[in-house]
């Protein structure tokens, strides 16, 4: 196996990725960014709005992933920003390109002119088509800090355990919201979901997979906008400006429509509750909140669809009115064990670890376990058992870099007593008072 880490269990697929293929990958992905907005450029000149568009979005894609490699913080952030922008230019192509269209149908056949509705690209990369867009729309910092928060997930549904009724239920939320509805008819569309319950039971993880499934398999269309916020860090580090960032997400969210905005450790939006110790600050970030809630400035808009998934394990925190926009709150219990077991195979068997204990003993021995100590025993078996069989490996790495390379992992079954020991190891966080109070919180808040 040349990854000494078999299935990245112990180092995460995403700094798998950094580390170990950074390093190929990075210049070629460069080079492909210049040659997509080479395209687009050219095709811009001559006219061709559809086909300019389809190469900024590629470029847009690619700044994405190549923001992924970048080491430092503010070179991520500046590429996000340029992946960004080149998204805006492909939007804003498109939009011409949809005119042309009209007009062509209308009979008054045109050709669009470079420089009819979009200035001429500088030579300056990213090339030209500059008005509105999110560098000057807003002063730098606020625009980098949101463009941080766009990610992209390699999360799959099926990468989260149990929990079939709420991928269900998303994916139903999801396709009415996005399907075209017969006729006239004017059907009701959720646009605001809250995922409540224990920590480390799978909302983030959910949140990841539901961005992912709004990824587009056609070549000529983008994947939807996922915006990663940690509101906690919001209200912190952009104290003050908390307001201009909820603002500037929902515009580059419904620009780049559709997007998925994802409010994790929902509750620190008011601070304490108590109305009496909301500060000025918070009580404004509450009504901008609110009206983005409410999606007051896309009303009407058929074509925009911003969904927002707000996440929190103290949903008695929540300030009541920013609740009562969340048409749909969603429990995330802790898995029973079916859901358990489905976590442990994710983990643990999909990952290829072999076991001589008989599985559904583990599964009863976890009782209690949220997914993530789930993770946490997974890994902590399976490195204990690596290190026992691999005990010449730091002899190995005195050697140097090549040796290090060269050395094969070796690996044997996790037997029953090494599940043992591991789960003793480990305290579930959740009580069962704990998940009594989430089951019964959702019928108080609604008798509130
Ligand atoms: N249902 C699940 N299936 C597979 N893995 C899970 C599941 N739930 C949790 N995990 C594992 O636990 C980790 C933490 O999950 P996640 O971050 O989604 O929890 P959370 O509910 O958002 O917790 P918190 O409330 O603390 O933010 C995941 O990265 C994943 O490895
Ligand atoms: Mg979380």
Known sequence: MANPFPQGLVIGPRLMLNGAMAIDLGPRLKSSIDDALHRAKMAWKAGKSEEAAANFESASELMFKFAEYAGARDLEYQRKRKAIEYRDYARRLRETASEE??????????????????????DDPPPGLRHENISNKSTGE???????????????????????????????????????????????????????????????????????????????????????????????????????????????????????????????????????????????????????????????????????????????????????????????????????????????????????????????????????????LAKEVTTKMIREMNRDLPAVVDKGLANARSYEVKIRPVSIDDWRAAISRITPATSSADMKRYLEWNDAADDA
């Not at 269209?101 to 500088?122: C, E, L, T, Y």
């Not at 201009?244 to 997007?259: F, H, L, M």
Request: proline share 6%; no cysteine.
């Open 101 to 122: 269209n009209a007009r062509a149908r209308r009979g008054k056949q045109r050709v669009i002119q470079p420089g009819d509705n979009v200035p001429p690209p500088s």
């Open 142 to 376: 606020i625009a980098s800090a949101v463009a941080a928060m766009v990610h992209n997930s390699p999360l799959t549904w099926d990468d989260i355990g149990g929990l079939a009724d709420t991928k269900l239920d998303i994916k139903y939320t999801l396709g009415l919201s996005l399907a075209k509805p017969p006729g006239e008819l004017k059907m009701h569309t959720f646009r605001n979901i809250l995922f409540y319950g224990p920590p480390g039971t799978g909302k983030t993880i959910l949140a990841a997979a539901t961005s992912n499934a709004l990824k587009s398999t056609e070549a000529s269309a983008t994947n939807a906008m996922f915006f990663n916020v940690k509101v906690s860090g919001v209200m912190s580090k952009y104290f003050g400006e908390s307001t201009k960032i909820v603002s500037e997400i929902y515009g580059t969210a419904r620009d780049n429509s559709p997007s998925v905005v994802f409010l994790d450790e929902f509750e620190s939006i008011t601070g304490k509750r108590g109305g009496d110790e909301q500060s000025g600050a918070e009580r404004r970030i509450l009504s901008t909140i609110l009206s983005e809630l409410d999606g007051l400035s896309e009303k009407g808009r058929g074509d925009i669809y911003v969904l927002t998934i707000a996440a929190t394990n103290r949903p008695w925190d929540v300030d009541p009115a920013v609740l009562s926009r969340f048409e749909k709150r969603i429990l995330i219990p802790l898995p029973d064990a079916a859901a358990r077991k489905e976590i442990l195979d994710i983990l643990f068997t999909r990952r290829g670890f072999q076991t001589s204990a008989n599985m559904p003993e583990v599964v009863n021995m976890t009782e209690g376990f949220s997914g993530r100590e789930l993770e946490r």
